[in-house]
Nanobody, 122 residues
């Protein structure tokens, strides 16, 4: 069964860091664009970052640019989100997603994980 499983969420103080991981049980993982979305309390889900199939190109939402870094390890079927200098506005449930291309990632990702919660206190 194709699925994505996130981990690494937790509670951290403002200015701190967390590293999220996503393990993908997807046939042909290396051919998928991978990304992260988040949903803050009482807000709509929003795009955070994506990385192409070979890790050569990354794209970030303005709100996280310069603070977050997405990476992947195709040998392990894993994708990561390193989050630095966190603020309370980063508090959200973070979801790992997979799509055939960058358009899919932004329109309708093929796969979604269940999410991992990140809470940043001031």
């Amino acid at each position: 069964q194709d699925r994505l499983i996130e981990s690494g969420g937790g509670e951290v103080q403002a200015g701190g860091s967390l590293r999220l991981s996503c393990v993908a049980s997807i046939l042909g993982f290396g051919h998928y664009v991978m990304g992260w979305y988040r949903q803050a309390p009482e807000k709509e889900r929003e795009f955070v970052a994506h990385i192409d199939w070979n890790g050569n190109n990354e794209y970030y939402a303005e709100a996280v640019k310069g603070r977050f870094t997405i990476s992947r390890d195709n040998a392990k079927n894993e994708v990561y989100l390193q989050m630095n200098n966190l603020t309370p506005e980063d508090t959200a449930v973070y979801y790992c997603v997979a799509g055939a291309d960058t358009d899919d990632i932004h329109r309708k990702p093929y796969f979604w994980g269940q999410g991992t919660r990140v809470t940043v206190s001031s």
